[in-house]
Nanobody
Framework: QLQLVESGGGLVQPGGSLTLSCVVS????????IAWFRQAPGKEREGVSC????????TYAESVKGRFTIWRDNAQNTVYLQLNSLKPEDTAVYYC????????????????????????WGQGTQVTVSS
């Protein structure tokens, strides 16, 4: 059974940093795109970043480009999201999700992403940016 578990969220001041982790079990990362999404209070869930299969390609939403970094450690079955220069508008619950390459050929957060293509989701971790 596929399972994703996020951790690393917390309360941080504007300009601060956090590192989120997504540990996956029940499958190996190689043939899965792993993406981070976030949902702020009262808003729809939105894509943040994606690490394509084998970690060859990473993409970011425009709102986080240059501030967030995604990478994966396939040996540890873990995908990370480094959040730097955090802003109050980054406050949200952050989710990681997995999409198999046979379902989603390309994972590109610079454009529209079908969240329905991601068949497995974690429970989320809260990130709050506030002074």
């Amino acid at each position: 059974q596929l399972q994703l578990v996020e951790s690393g969220g917390g309360l941080v001041q504007p300009g601060g940093s956090l590192t989120l982790s997504c540990v996956v079990s029940g499958f190996t990362l190689d043939y899965y795109h792993i993406a981070w999404f976030r949902q702020a209070p009262g808003k729809e869930r939105e894509g943040v970043s994606c690490s394509s299969t084998f970690g060859d390609t990473t993409t970011y939403a425009e709102s986080v480009k240059g501030r967030f970094t995604i990478w994966r450690d396939n040996a540890q079955n873990t995908v990370y999201l480094q959040l730097n220069s955090l802003k109050p508008e980054d406050t949200a619950v952050y989710y990681c999700a997995a999409a198999h390459i046979t379902v989603l050929a390309m994972c590109d957060m610079t454009g529209a992403v079908r969240q329905a293509d991601f068949g497995s989701w974690g429970q989320g971790t809260q990130v709050t940016v506030s002074s």
